[in-house]
């Protein structure tokens, strides 16, 4: 399929298919546009699996998971003058301090930032 978010997946050893679909985690209108084509990819499978949504999670998820090893940070990922670039530019245009976030995981920066550039049309994330 030519989406870029549903990917149908099958392997030469079988005739069977199997669906991908990549949600952004957003509330943006533009992401929800192909939901069509992904509920009649879902009627033809014979199993569904979904990830688990964490906002309506009754012990919330522990901050940990979303943290660098204990000793390491955003700042060794890269060279100093890089760190300084990132770090500005996220400032000036996100108003994100890297800094209050050094132990996260480049992952869940980025997730920030979309959240920041994206709109908020839907009532639930995608």
Same mark, same amino acid.
């Given at each position: 399929m030519k989406q870029s978010l549903l990917w149908q997946l099958q392997t030469p050893e079988t005739d069977k298919i199997s669906y991908l679909f990549g949600t952004m985690h957003v509330r943006d209108a533009k992401a929800f546009q192909t939901l069509t084509k992904v509920y009649e990819?879902?009627? !033809?499978?014979?199993? &569904?699996?979904?990830?688990?949504?964490?906002? +309506?999670?009754q012990g919330g998820v522990s901050p940990s998971i979303m943290q660098l090893p204990d000793g390491q940070h955003l700042s060794d990922m890269m060279?100093? /003058?890089? $760190?300084? /670039?990132?770090? /500005?530019?996220?400032? #000036? !245009?996100?108003?994100?301090? +890297?800094?209050? $976030? #050094?132990?996260?995981?480049?992952? &869940?920066? +980025?997730n920030m930032i979309s959240q920041t550039i994206l709109s908020e049309d839907m009532p639930l994330a995608l």
């Amino acid at each position: 399929m030519k989406q870029s978010l549903l990917w149908q997946l099958q392997t030469p050893e079988t005739d069977k298919i199997s669906y991908l679909f990549g949600t952004m985690h957003v509330r943006d209108a533009k992401a929800f546009q192909t939901l069509t084509k992904v509920y009649e990819a879902i009627e !033809t499978c014979e199993s &569904f699996a979904a990830e688990y949504n964490l906002d +309506v999670s009754q012990g919330g998820v522990s901050p940990s998971i979303m943290q660098l090893p204990d000793g390491q940070h955003l700042s060794d990922m890269m060279r100093p /003058k890089q $760190y300084i /670039k990132l770090q /500005k530019m996220l400032l #000036k !245009t996100y108003q994100i301090d +890297v800094n209050h $976030y #050094k132990r996260l995981l480049p992952f &869940f920066l +980025v997730n920030m930032i979309s959240q920041t550039i994206l709109s908020e049309d839907m009532p639930l994330a995608l």
